[in-house]
């Protein structure tokens, strides 16, 4: 019985020591990501202030907001596409301009970010549909059958009123084309 204590208390400090180190390199991995480019012997890592991370992440949060306020849908459809929007610019891009030191590299990395964010909240807003009961589709699809259907619903009705096949419409007569004058 005090093997078996002995082991599992073994595992336990294990696992705990495990997800330490993983929390370690966590925050190691965050710290090198907001600390400033360009680090010297006497500063190796000094912390972007709040203006360096705004000017930094700024422009893709204004992406992301304007991706999402263009989005159809409900604001959970709004939200998951301006959250992907977001994370898979912003860290891409700080990630690429802390390693590489340029502004520039940061800017194309985000937009290459933004770019590869739409097929995967296109996924996962058709998931999000399919668990809801739809039919599976993201928002634009939704949007783009409804207007397909509409359409279709359109044509019909200009077809059956063209030819006098609706009631009460002005297409019944036939305008006499000497006169142009409206023949009953």
């Given at each position: ?100 030191n340029s502004g520039l ?80």
């Amino acid at each position: 019985m005090k093997d078996k204590r002995l082991i599992k208390l073994k595992w336990v400090e294990h696992h705990k020591f495990r997800d330490m180190a993983k929390a370690r390199m966590a925050t190691n991995a965050l710290k090198w990501l907001f600390s400033k480019p360009g680090a010297t012997k006497d500063a190796p890592r000094q912390m972007m202030n709040a203006l360096d991370i705004a000017g930094r992440l700024g422009p893709d949060a204004v992406f992301a907001g304007m991706a999402a306020a263009q989005t159809p849908g409900d604001i959970g459809d709004k939200l998951i596409v301006g959250g992907t929007d977001f994370l898979m610019s912003g860290i891409p891009g700080l990630a690429a301009g802390r390693a590489t030191n340029s502004g520039l590299v940061d800017q194309m990395a985000s937009i290459g970010g933004a770019y590869a964010s739409m097929p995967v909240s296109d996924m996962i807003l058709r998931g999000k549909d399919k668990m809801g009961g739809g039919q599976g589709l993201s928002p634009y699809e939704r949007l783009g059958l409804e207007q397909q259907t509409q359409m279709q619903e359109d044509i019909t009705q200009q077809v059956m009123q063209a030819y006098g096949l609706l009631p009460g419409t002005r297409d019944q007569y036939f305008s006499d084309p000497s006169t142009g004058m409206m023949a009953g």
